[in-house]
């Protein structure tokens, strides 16, 4: 059995993030999806949703066999713990392959390091990001918050 960790966010799931997933499933037999803890998204806006409402939508796709609440502190508990064989990043994640896996290799666990494809957009106004599904939230109902209703 070929044990394969993908993670991320994961907020407000999207087409994206389900191309990912079924991408880094092709790596291996198992896919186990680590779920970042809300202080450790540091790069962009927090995500709106709770880490483990995040846990739970991940773990409701078909490519994902099961979703990890992330380590609020180290983020190398649960892949001590998972023992993978394989680790995809996400197309864009800014993490360095070389650095995790000399991470890895300090703490003697054998696993490579591989990088998933990214995805165009399949349609005119499919949106593939968290943050352009907030922006458009923002944009078309964020004056509705100052209506008083009558
Ligand atoms: C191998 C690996 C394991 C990770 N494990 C955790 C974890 O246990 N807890 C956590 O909060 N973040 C963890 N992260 C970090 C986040 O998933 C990641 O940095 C980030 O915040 C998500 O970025 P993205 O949603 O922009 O792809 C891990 C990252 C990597 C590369
Ligand atoms: N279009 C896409 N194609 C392939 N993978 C994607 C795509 N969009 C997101 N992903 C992957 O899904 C994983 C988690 O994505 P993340 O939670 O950062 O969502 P996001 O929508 O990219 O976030 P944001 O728009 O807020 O930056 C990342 O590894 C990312 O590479």
Do not use: W
Request: aromatic share 4%; charged share 35%; with cysteine.
């Amino acid at each position: 059995m070929t044990r394969v960790v993908a993670q991320g966010t994961f907020d407000l799931l999207h087409p994206g993030h389900v191309h990912y997933l079924e991408d880094a499933a092709t790596y291996g037999d198992e896919l186990h999806a680590i779920v970042a803890r809300r202080p450790n998204v540091t790069h962009k806006p927090a995500p709106v949703l709770c880490a483990r409402q995040r846990r739970d939508m991940v773990d409701a796709l078909d490519a994902v066999d099961e979703a990890h609440l992330g380590d609020p502190e180290d983020v190398f508990v649960p892949i001590e713990r998972l023992d993978p064989d394989v680790i995809v990043l996400g197309f864009d994640q800014h993490h360095d392959e070389a650095d995790i896996a000399a991470a890895l290799d300090a703490r003697e666990i054998d696993c490579r390091v591989e990088r998933a494809s990214g995805r165009e957009p399949n349609y005119e106004d499919e949106l593939l990001s968290s943050g352009d599904i907030v922006d458009r939230i923002l944009r078309e109902r964020g004056d509705e918050s100052d209506a008083t209703p009558s």
